[in-house]
């Protein structure tokens, strides 16, 4: 099937240099190009249209008027925004309803690769009622500011520690909080980090900016007062499982970029649980009654009851987010029976890590303690590569924690 573009820009030279642009997309795409918001909202409603990338600065309706626009009345639509970052756009990213925003002048293959993520993401909810409730969330969290400008930094070249650091600490709030998770125990640091930039020396600008969506995430979702479960304890379960993937990504000698991967979506592998009690509190109480009362796992009776689990669930988030696939894919499947790997990845890294968190802590007596997979299990190698992995575990801190990790308000 191919999917419908709708690109919203007053300037037509800029509309224009994407028509050339994309050219190469036209097997792929329909596209559709309007130059101004009133002129997109008629297209709208004349055809389907499946994604809206919008210029945020026109006359008239602006970009961030015409996205809430589109989310009222065609929440099912994905929503990029293309902003300069003036201060302007700052203040409209505020209460514009979107999924992405890109910054201007975007690259060609960077913005087709966002977009093919975005719209790959829908295929992991299967269940058409709940992706009308994912879609039509208001609050649905949106990438933070400063991870966009991280990425668009990296995507321009690569930028020294020192740069990445002063772009997260111009957030006040958002640098205290990091500063407060990566000197917690999770990291197994030998010394104090003071500053974003040596955090980003140390740890490196991809467990950077995976803390940071991390946080961002669970602060947003914290402040909906979604009571299913505890904050705190998942908060710990996904911090612990990441210092724990990282732990095997290095046993296993995985290189930079892959060990990085492995920590990132080790540390995101649950969200998917806050997204589901956010946008479907009835069905996520109806999961954790059985799941209380026949002392099943989470994801076996979600699968039973929703045709799909959490993990799914997160990945589409995160797929929406246009993170890097292999991060989203191991996300997605790590509840799976049927690994898509063969050999040892980050999918097994990041089902492995949750498995050995869950082995060594008891969240609550009336869940299941998780049962390995016999095929992951023979892809790693068996019972003693495992044993391995967890003798490896066995040096870090993973105590629960307490306020040293807590989230920042």
Request: hydrophobic share 45%; charged share 20%; glycine share 8%.
């Given at each position: ?275 589901l009690c956010a946008t479907c509190g009835e069905e996520c109480a109806q999961v954790l009654e059985e799941v209380r009362r026949s002392n099943r796992r989470v994801s076996d009776v979600e699968r039973e009851q929703l045709g799909m689990t959490h993990a799914e669930i997160g990945a589409y988030l995160l797929g929406l987010w246009g993170l890097p696939e292999a991060v989203v894919q191991a996300i997605a499947n790590h509840h799976s029976q049927s690994p898509q790997s063969q050999g040892r990845s980050i999918e097994d890294v ?60």
């Open positions: 099937m191919k999917h419908s573009i709708l690109f919203v820009d007053d300037e037509p030279n800029i509309l224009q240099g994407l028509k050339r642009l994309l050219r190469p997309m036209h097997d792929q795409w329909d596209m559709l190009f309007a130059g101004s918001g009133q002129e997109a909202l008629d297209l709208l409603a004349k055809q389907e249209v499946h994604a809206i990338v919008s210029d945020m600065r026109m006359p008239g309706m602006d970009g961030s008027e015409l996205l809430r626009q589109v989310f009222l009345k065609y929440p099912e639509v994905i929503r990029f925004a293309l902003s300069g970052y003036s201060s302007h756009e700052k203040d409209s990213r505020l209460t514009a309803p979107t999924h992405q925003f890109l910054m201007k002048p975007c690259d060609g293959k960077i913005l087709v690769e966002a977009l093919e993520r975005a719209l790959a993401a829908r295929s992991f909810v299967p269940n058409t009622t709940i992706l009308k409730k994912l879609m039509s969330l208001e609050n649905l969290p949106v990438l933070p500011m400063v991870y966009s400008q991280i990425t668009t930094e990296l995507n321009q070249g690569d930028p020294s520690p020192k740069r990445i650091g002063e772009i997260v600490a111009k957030d006040v709030g958002l640098s205290a909080n990091i500063l407060k998770l990566v000197n917690s125990s999770f990291f197994g640091l030998r010394q104090h980090v003071a500053t974003p930039q040596q955090a980003v020396i140390i740890l490196g600008t991809s467990v950077i900016r995976s803390a940071i969506i991390s946080l961002h995430i669970f602060q947003t979702f914290e402040r909906m007062h979604c009571g299913q479960f505890s904050f705190q304890m998942l908060w710990n379960h996904c911090i612990r499982a990441s210092a724990i993937g990282r732990a095997i990504a290095v046993a296993e000698g995985m290189g930079r970029g892959e060990a990085d991967d492995a920590c990132t979506a080790t540390l995101l592998h649950d969200v998917g649980k806050l997204l990041v089902y492995f890590a949750n498995v050995i968190d869950h082995r060594m802590f008891v969240f609550n007596e009336q869940y299941a303690k998780p049962t390995l997979d016999p095929t992951r299990l023979q892809n790693i190698g068996g019972m003693g590569k495992l044993a391995q992995w967890e003798q490896a575990v066995m040096g870090l801190n993973l105590g629960q924690e307490g306020d040293a990790s807590r989230m920042g308000g």
